[in-house]
């Protein structure tokens, strides 16, 4: 059956929300899952700021997370995800550890402290009210939540395009469904996977520029990028198989974007599994992925730069 919702809340159990600062360019994007759902993370991009990877790597005791926040402001961001746990305590959702549920909430930023204005950033405010934003409607996308300031195509004397967040989702037959949210702020230039026709990035006079050609020049922009994003099943998958997943839809972020994974980006994806659905071919499940990873990037830019 046709999917009727393309975006990351057509996954049964969860739910996004985004909080943003128009002025400021700025704000934040949380994933629920109430119930928790088995979680993995990669990060590939050598210049991440994060929260609580560690938590969910194989090996550890912590299975699932109950949310997980994307967000503008770099390393100053990662406050909002206080919010975020403010509000799942109050809601009775966590890990239980004697008298009291501890929420689970991995996290990761993007730098855009660039756009807008550079002293204001999500906080625990921010967070909350993501939370209390979030439902299962379609996922809104462009210049929204934690990509209001996301720009793609870095390099000096270059101007970048508006990148942003943007989500896709695709169906098997079987009912197993795999679905992506990204945030876009990449050093390179985002491109359509199937032509490498250059879709948004840097310009110069109205005319695109290959920033591949201008890192070989070392002619960057530094420590002002990154792609960061969810990828969510309602499969059944382990933490292993679950982390599995998030390296191989990183794939799809190189398809995508170029150059990624670079010194000065710092690409992370998360993968979330609710286990509604049998299916544990980790296989299908992360090709799968790296294509919703691949569209919902495409996603991002157009909504943006049609706005």
């Not at 206080?82 to 109050?90: I, N, R």
């Not at 967040?165 to 359509?192: F, M």
Request: hydrophobic letters at 45%; charged letters at 15%.
């Amino acid at each position: 059956m046709p999917l009727t919702n393309e975006t990351l809340t057509a996954i049964e159990g969860i739910q996004v929300g985004h909080a943003t600062d128009v002025i400021a360019k700025t704000g934040c994007t949380v994933i629920l899952s109430p119930e928790g759902a088995t979680a993995g993370v990669d990060v590939r991009g050598a210049a991440p700021g994060t929260r609580e990877t560690e938590a969910i790597r194989p090996g550890r005791l912590i299975q699932k997370a109950h949310a997980i926040l994307l967000t503008g402001g770099s390393a100053f961001g990662l406050d909002a995800a206080s919010g975020v746990v403010q509000y799942l305590e109050e809601n009775g959702i966590g890990f239980p550890v004697g008298p009291v549920r501890v929420p689970i909430v991995p996290a990761a930023v993007i730098f855009d402290l660039h756009v807008g204005n550079a002293h204001v950033r999500p906080d625990k405010d921010m967070g909350y009210q993501a939370c209390k934003n979030a439902s299962t409607e379609p996922v809104a996308m462009g210049t929204i939540g934690a990509g209001t300031g996301a720009t793609v195509g870095k390099a000096a004397d270059v101007i970048p395009s508006p990148g942003g967040l943007g989500s896709a989702c695709t169906s098997l037959k079987s009912g197993l469904n795999i679905a992506a949210i990204t945030v876009v702020n990449a050093l390179g230039n985002v491109v359509n996977p199937a032509t490498g026709d250059i879709v948004a990035g840097g310009k110069i006079n109205d005319t695109y520029v290959d920033i591949t050609e201008r890192l070989l020049d070392a002619d960057i922009v530094l420590g002002t990028n990154t792609t960061i994003g969810v990828i969510a099943t309602n499969a059944t998958l382990t933490v292993a198989e679950a982390t599995r997943v998030a390296e191989m839809a990183h794939d799809g972020m190189a398809r995508a974007i170029r150059p990624s994974h670079t010194m000065f980006d710092g690409d992370t994806l998360f993968t979330l599994a609710t286990g509604k659905h049998s299916s544990s071919n980790v296989n299908t499940i992360g090709i799968l992925a790296a294509e919703v990873v691949s569209e919902s990037i495409v996603n991002a830019v157009s909504a943006s730069n049609r706005a």
